[in-house]
């Protein structure tokens, strides 16, 4: 009898410990996107340094404004809006490099 006992919480505790690890996953993604924040600042910064804001303006103040934008959505909570944001901040400032870029081979 013990035996059968012993078999129930097993399972029991195999349960509990799937459902924490799908709350942690769903949590995990959920997070503030501090990684797509960081890498648009840094890449925002390359822009600059490759004379975005001469060549690129444009698309440098666009991608600050994206960076902003994705800050108060942190701000607020909406972390799947904030990484979204970022990612449109970094595609931003990645094209103010390229623009720079290429406007100086000319």
Sequence with gaps: ?????HHVFGKKVAA?????????????????????????????????KSGAE?????DLKQSRDLLAKAQLAIDTKDFEQA???????????DRAKKLADGAQMK
């Design 1 to 5: 009898m013990a035996n059968h006992h």
């Design 54 to 58: 001469q060549y690129a303006a444009d």
């Design 83 to 93: 990484r979204e944001i970022a990612l449109q901040a970094q595609q931003a400032a």
């Design 16 to 48: 509990l410990v799937l459902a924490f690890a799908t709350l942690v996953i769903i949590v995990g993604c959920t997070t503030a996107p501090v990684q797509q924040m960081s890498d648009a600042r840094q890449r925002i910064e390359v822009a600059v």
